[in-house]
C-alpha cells in the first residue's frame, strides 16, 4: 500500500516568489495535516483539514493558505516568500480526526534564497 | 506557552545495550502521547503511542512510560541496533484535537 506521498521533493525559490506543495494521503484517509519543520527543530502545526474543511490553523501568517480536494489530497500554498520559509514541509493523513495515528509524508524540501 | 520539550539533546548508546529517551511536557490537558522516529531526509515515523489513562505501554523493543504527576515521558529502546540511529520526537496532543505539539527532538546515535 502506498503511504502519503508528497511533491515535489524539493524546490529552490527566491524571495517574494510563490510556492504551491502537493499531498495525497493514504487510501481511505480523510484528514489531512500540514507542519514546518525548520532544520534542527520538531515540527510546527501548519493546518489541518478534515472533509474538505480547515479543521485546525497553527500560528503562521496569512501568506500560508492551504486546501483539500475531494478526493482528499492537499495543497499547501505560501505568498510572499520569505528567506525564513526555508523548511521541510510535512504533510501528515489520518483516517478520521482527533487522536488517531498520523501518517507522515517523506516532505517537501523547500529553499528560498 | 505550552510546550513539550527534551532533557538531552543527543544520546550515544553501545550497539546491544538499552537507551531511554525523556521527554517533560507542560500542557496539563495534553491527552494523547506519541513517540516519532525520524531518519534523515525522510518524515517523521509513528514509533508508539500512549493515553493519559495508561502510564505504560509497551511495543516490540519499546516501552513508553507515563507519568502525569510530574508531566514526564519517556521511550525506553531495548537491545539497540544500528537501525535505531535517528532522531527521536515526542509530541502531544489534546483531546479531539489533531494538532501535534512537537519537542525538539534527541538525536540517539548507535556506536558499533
Known amino acids: 500500500d502506498a503511504g502519503v506521498t508528497q511533491s515535489p521533493t524539493h524546490l529552490i525559490k527566491t524571495r517574494g516568489q510563490q510556492v504551491t506543495l502537493r499531498c495525497s494521503p493514504i487510501s481511505g484517509h480523510k484528514s489531512v495535516s500540514w507542519y514546518q519543520q525548520v532544520l534542527g527543530q520538531g515540527p510546527q502545526f501548519i493546518f489541518q483539514?478534515?472533509?474538505?474543511?480547515?479543521?485546525g490553523r497553527g500560528n503562521f501568517p496569512d501568506r500560508f493558505s492551504a486546501r483539500q480536494f475531494p478526493n482528499y489530497s492537499s495543497e499547501l500554498n505560501v505568498n510572499a516568500l520569505l528567506l525564513g520559509d526555508s523548511a521541510l514541509y510535512l504533510c501528515?493523513?489520518?483516517?478520521?480526526?482527533?487522536?488517531?495515528?498520523?501518517?507522515f509524508g517523506p516532505g517537501t524540501r523547500l529553499t528560498v534564497l | 506557552g505550552e510546550s513539550v520539550g527534551l532533557h538531552l539533546p543527543t544520546l550515544s548508546v553501545q550497539e546491544g545495550d538499552n537507551s531511554i529517551i525523556n521527554c517533560a511536557y507542560s500542557n496539563s490537558a495534553s491527552d494523547y502521547f506519541i513517540w516519532y522516529k525520524q531518519e534523515s531526509g525522510k518524515g517523521p515515523q509513528f514509533i508508539i503511542d500512549?493515553?493519559?489513562?495508561?502510564d505504560k505501554r509497551q511495543g516490540q523493543r519499546v516501552t513508553v512510560l507515563l507519568n502525569k504527576t510530574v508531566k514526564h515521558l519517556s521511550l525506553q529502546i531495548a537491545a539497540t541496533q544500528p537501525g535505531d540511529s535517528a532522531v527521536y520526537f515526542c509530541a502531544d496532543q489534546d483531546f479531539g484535537n489533531e494538532k501535534l505539539t512537537f519537542g525538539t527532538g534527541t538525536r540517539l546515535t548507535i556506536i558499533p
Open positions: 483539514y478534515y472533509e474538505k474543511e480547515e479543521r
Open positions: 500512549i493515553r493519559s489513562n495508561m
Open positions: 501528515a493523513s489520518s483516517l478520521v480526526a482527533g487522536n488517531n495515528e498520523q501518517f
